[in-house]
């Protein structure tokens, strides 16, 4: 009985903020990945020139090799042809608490996606819960212990988030309004710990950034280091953060804040409008205590 029971706990969803220590992670390999469909700026300027996808696949080999050398375990989501941003397995779902939420896709380039992730989760003994009132995506969707901030975007409108409150009644759903053209919430902030956050701060409005302003100490980004998404990092824990290196400015600061920043070259993958973050969809991190909202 003991077995069965410590069986269903390693089956178990288990994600509490962004910065814990990361120990199982879903993604898709960039197989078929194209700029098909332009659905926002970064495609737009990246359109004529498309993407390569041997060096997308290289370089997201190199992510995964990355994190199984920190003991991050990788699950592979099946790519499928029909899906050329299947890569960004971040939006198509998010793990709070002990639950694999499931969203609801915005693009139609995007539409469809979310039943692979659901059926990927039935084999693999994952109970799902689907958002089906308006859109949302991952990226949207930043998670702090029981406080969790949700960007309304292009992708992600109130009738979704109001069903995640209700979804999550213990939880505080904080909404933070997001200018048109930027396309997710973790494109402009990404929570580095309890009380550290980076941030590009001209995409905020005043009240939401004196809002973010008290719970957290704010280390800011470049407009140009925006464009290349130097928000976009991925946390494994133990203040280890996966980066890019063209991010020169984002990574002294985080080296000066005391992280250890372990670049990567992604440079193909984010012609696309995405990157570690956008790429990587936390199963489990390790537990911590409650903070207080």
Known sequence: ??????????KMPQCMSEYDNLQEVLLCSPIYMEIKQIINETQKHFARENISQMKAIAQHKQLIQILKNHQVRPIMLPANDR??????????GFTIGHTLFVSSMAAPVRQGEEQLLKEWAQENGFKTVSLTNG??????????QTRVFVGMSKRTNPAAIHELKKELPDHDIIPIHLPPHILHLDCVMNILSHDEMLIYPEAFKKEDLHLLNMHYHLIE???????????????????KVISLPINQETNAALTAHGYTVIEVDFSEIIKSGGSFRCCTLPI??????????
């Open 284 to 293: 489990r991190r390790s537990s911590t205590k409650k903070a207080s909202v």
């Open 1 to 10: 009985m003991d077995s069965i029971r410590a069986e269903q706990i390693h």
């Open 135 to 144: 859109t949302i995506e991952g990226g949207d969707v930043l998670v702090d």
């Open 221 to 239: 980004i470049s407009e140009q280091e925006q464009f290349t998404l130097g928000p976009n990092v991925l946390s494994i824990g133990q203040k």
């Open 83 to 92: 899906y050329p941003e299947q890569v960004f397995t971040r939006d198509i």
